[in-house]
């Protein structure tokens, strides 16, 4: 299977700065990625679209100011945590489906748990 | 619009068996099924497509009922390693772009 990855896989900052998570297709394209977070013990929530070339979809209730999604090329994505604040703590996880692969699946990346201290 | 999955939680003891289910009030083009283990990310297990699809691999196995609008997910003489939260993802279209619709989840909790 294709592989997706994430990067940092854990993070921990203060309350009031900036967090940066890296979202990359190893060994495929993608002209749109994905981002969910998690809450513990809860299903995957869909926070955003990210469209390469273009702006990212943000889902209902989602701050686009807050979450920062940048899709610089087709197998790298970034969303930034714009002033970060303890209730944003949580576990971020990208997903990405090959470019043109309607018979194939979205790949999810390993996954970034955050902390805001 | 979200696919209801069923039951939300089972318990099993090694070696019994377990069906998953998910179902959609839309029409659907595909079904994904996902393996979640705890503080980790989904593993993507296998994927129907239209088309009363079956499929198997070790001894875990799904079909595809189009018409029903469900899918379920079959796992024969449980091993402690299925123990994770199982999602399923649907789509009603084909389409590369836009996300799988995930269910809540199923528990499942495999004991010795």
């Known amino acids: 299977g294709a592989v997706v990855s994430q990067h940092p896989s854990w993070v921990i900052c203060k309350s009031g700065t900036s967090v940066k998570i890296e979202c990359r297709s190893l060994d495929f394209q993608a002209t749109t990625m994905f981002w969910y977070r998690q809450f513990p013990k809860q299903s995957l929530m869909l926070m955003a679209t990210s469209n390469e070339g273009s702006k990212a979809t943000y889902e209902q209730g989602v701050e686009k100011d807050k979450f920062l999604i940048n899709h610089a090329s087709l197998t790298l994505s970034t969303l930034t945590v714009t002033s970060a604040h303890p209730e944003d703590s949580s576990f971020y996880i990208c997903?990405?489906?090959?470019?043109?692969?309607?018979?194939?699946?979205?790949?999810f990346g390993p996954g970034t748990r955050l902390t805001v201290l | 619009q979200q696919p209801v999955q069923s039951p939300q939680a089972v318990i099993l003891r090694e070696g019994e068996d377990a069906v998953i289910n998910c179902s959609s009030s839309?029409?659907?083009?595909?079904v994904h099924w996902y393996r979640q283990k705890h503080g980790e990310a989904p593993v993507f297990l296998m994927i129907l497509l239209k088309g009363g699809e079956q499929k198997g691999h070790d001894k875990i196995s799904a079909s595809f009922n189009e018409k029903k609008q469900q899918s379920s997910l079959y796992l024969t003489a449980s091993q402690l390693s299925y123990s994770g939260t199982y999602f399923c993802g649907t789509e009603p279209i084909p389409s590369g772009n836009t996300p799988l619709v995930f269910g809540k989840g199923t528990r499942l909790s495999v004991i010795a």
């Open positions: 997903s990405a489906r090959p470019s043109g692969g309607v018979t194939d699946t979205q790949y």
């Open positions: 839309k029409a659907l083009y595909s």
